[in-house]
Nanobody, 114 residues
Framework: QVQFVESGGGLVQPGESLRLSCAASGFTFSNYGMNWYRQIPGKEREWVAV????????SYVDSVKGRFTISRDNGKNTAYLQMNSLKPEDTAVYYCRASGFTTWGQGTQVTVSS
């Protein structure tokens, strides 16, 4: 079955970096765009970034432009989110999902605090 397994979250100070990973399985990874989302408790899940199947196009929510970079390795069925210059408002549970799918993984917690 389709699965998304996020990892790489943690507790960091403002200005530091984290790299999230998303291991996907159960479908042909290289055929689909990949997305990252985030959710703060009590709020709706927010779309963060997308990368096309071939990695040639990316797009970001305005609040992370210039700080976050989405990438993928089709040979490893894995997508990544490099997060630099982290801010307290980036604190959330981060999820990944392929475009057009409805399955969610367990997410990975990112906490930015001094």
């Amino acid at each position: 079955q389709v699965q998304f397994v996020e990892s790489g979250g943690g507790l960091v100070q403002p200005g530091e970096s984290l790299r999230l990973s998303c291991a996907a399985s159960g479908f042909t990874f290289s055929n689909y765009g990949m997305n990252w989302y985030r959710q703060i408790p009590g709020k709706e899940r927010e779309w963060v970034a997308v990368i096309t199947w071939d990695g040639n196009f990316t797009s970001y929510v305005d609040s992370v432009k210039g700080r976050f970079t989405i990438s993928r390795d089709n040979g490893k069925n894995t997508a990544y989110l490099q997060m630099n210059s982290l801010k307290p408002e980036d604190t959330a549970v981060y999820y990944c999902r392929a475009s057009g799918f409805t399955t969610w993984g367990q997410g990975t917690q990112v906490t930015v605090s001094s």
